[in-house]
T-cell receptor, first 112, second 111 residues
Framework: GNSVTQMEGPVTLSEEAFLTINCTYTATGYPSLFWYVQYPGEGLQLLLKATKADDKGSNKGFEATYRKETTSFHLEKGSVQVSDSAVYFCALLSGSARQLTFGSGTQLTVLP | NAGVTQTPKFQVLKTGQSMTLQCAQDMNHNSMYWYRQDPGMGLRLIYYSASEGTTDKGEVPNGYNVSRLNKREFSLRLESAAPSQTSVYFC??????????FGQGTRLTVV
């Protein structure tokens, strides 16, 4: 079956530091890949997405590139802010049944 | 544009009580999902529905039933609530290869 393995947290960084959250996946066919963000007490919001190999998704300074050869979709940001503190989820959408699978989430805390 | 609407937002049940969590989407999506989120466990799939009239078990279906009433609505029922079902429940919908849209969640406490 499909699976998503995500870098375990929590991750604590100082403001303006570089962020990488690793994500690798196992899936049949050609999945779409996503990063979602969840702020405290809220639901999940789409951060960025990529629907085919070598696509780069980007939003709000975050980027991730769909790497089929390494089955990875690592999230990066060059300079994090305190407001980026949240839980980040990697996810894939695959299969004829359109099954949506999530990683376990990574808690990011950015200190001023 | 409402997106995905879940009701109720909060609920407290006594052990053994039953309840139904409602979910509706207005985006004409085929696929709908129910997840539970527990601290340190991420999101775990309870049930999903790839299209109207079909439902399939996810990772943690025990103790739950679902109904895909029509294309818009996908409800989750707890027949006899247990403290282990205390969680935050999220409904989501997708269409094709596009992203999933989520409801705001239902915080359920079973005492």
């Amino acid at each position: 079956g499909n699976s998503v393995t995500q870098m375990e947290g929590p991750v604590t960084l100082s403001e303006e530091a570089f962020l990488t959250i690793n994500c690798t996946y196992t899936a049949t066919g050609y999945p779409s890949l996503f990063w979602y963000v969840q702020y405290p007490g809220e639901g999940l919001q789409l951060l960025l997405k990529a629907t085919k190999a070598d696509d780069k998704g980007s939003n709000k300074g975050f980027e991730a590139t769909y790497r089929k050869e390494t089955t990875s979709f690592h999230l990066e940001k060059g300079s994090v802010q305190v407001s980026d503190s949240a839980v980040y989820f990697c996810a894939l959408l695959s299969g004829s049944a359109r099954q949506l699978t999530f990683g376990s989430g990574t808690q990011l805390t950015v200190l001023p | 544009n409402a997106g995905v609407t879940q009701t109720p937002k909060f609920q407290v049940l006594k052990t053994g009580q039953s309840m139904t969590l409602q979910c509706a989407q207005d985006m004409n999506h085929n696929s709908m999902y129910w997840y539970r989120q527990d601290p340190g466990m991420g999101l775990r799939l309870i049930y999903y529905s790839a299209s109207e009239g079909t439902t399939d078990k996810g990772e943690v279906p025990n103790g739950y039933n679902v109904s895909r009433l029509n294309k818009r609505e996908f409800s989750l029922r707890l027949e006899s609530a247990a403290p282990s079902q205390t969680s935050v429940y999220f409904c989501a919908s997708t269409q094709g290869k596009t992203e999933a849209f989520f409801g705001q969640g239902t915080r359920l406490t079973v005492v």
